[in-house]
């Protein structure tokens, strides 16, 4: 008998990038796509099962002696699905190949590097926001190293609480979570933790003082709050209700809602 011929222990990413060779992720890919076409979770397995060892014989004897590709195997996969009669799952999958390679296009014309794989949208909204950018504007880091510098920003208060568990520890829980999309937090921890800024809350209550130092001191307070990604609620009972006299005038008080006109102007 000759010798039983092994899968490969790598696969070459689009990147370049080796990385160990998972055959699950095979059988989950060929079991979505026969999903959408048979919508039984049951009969989409049997599929997978069904398929799965010519995909991996198929792989075994052409990459023996090299490290397949990503797009090799996927094309095992196309032909394996019509070898085996599975032609309309094989449009599914050929569909969802065409799918992302558009999203792969889209991603790079952003100029972020995908390493999270996070859906089209997620990403814009990361680009135009979230993200670090240099002083012309260029986008300097990638989601996952936006999640990194969030995580060790927020860890380093087990330090000042004394907690039981240490900052590495809560940096690898924290930066998982907001990976698997299980918790993100607010915008201005997204934004600014691990800067100079350092400014995380992201609601801010000013009280507005019955004087036009003080009204206007909490209008320039708003504008540097909102500059950090904050928002901002007044709290206006300081103030004098209209028609109420006013000693330095002698004139009358226009009351709080007419100032609730000039702080509804600057947010604008």
Known sequence: MGKKLSLPSKIKKRDGQLVP?????????????????????????????DVLPVILERIRQEFQERVPSVEEIQDIVESAL????????AKKYILYRQKREELRRIK???GIK????????????????????????????????????????VSQAELEFKSKYSPAEVEEKFFQMMADLEFLPNSPTL????????????????????????????????????????????????????GDLVATTKGKASGPISFMSIFNAATQ
Do not use: W
């Open 191 to 242: 934004m600014n933790a691990g800067t100079t800024l350092g400014q995380l809350s992201a609601c801010f209550v000013l009280p507005v003082e019955d004087s036009m130092e003080g009204i206007f001191e909490a209008l320039k307070n708003m504008a540097r709050i909102h500059q950090t990604g904050g928002g901002c609620g007044f709290d206006f009972s300081h103030l004098r209700p209209a």
């Open 21 to 49: 060779f998972d055959q699950s992720k095979i059988s989950q890919a060929v079991k979505a796509a026969a999903l959408e076409v048979v919508r039984q979770e049951e009969e989409a397995q049997r599929v997978s099962t």
């Open 82 to 89: 019509m070898e085996k009669g599975y032609g309309f799952i």
């Open 114 to 153: 995908d390493d999270l794989k996070l859906p089209l949208n997620s990403l814009y909204v990361l680009r135009q926001r979230y993200l670090l950018k240099d002083d012309r504007q260029r986008v300097i880091e990638t989601p996952r190293e936006m999640f990194q510098r969030v995580a060790r920003a």
């Open 108 to 110: 790079t014309v952003y």
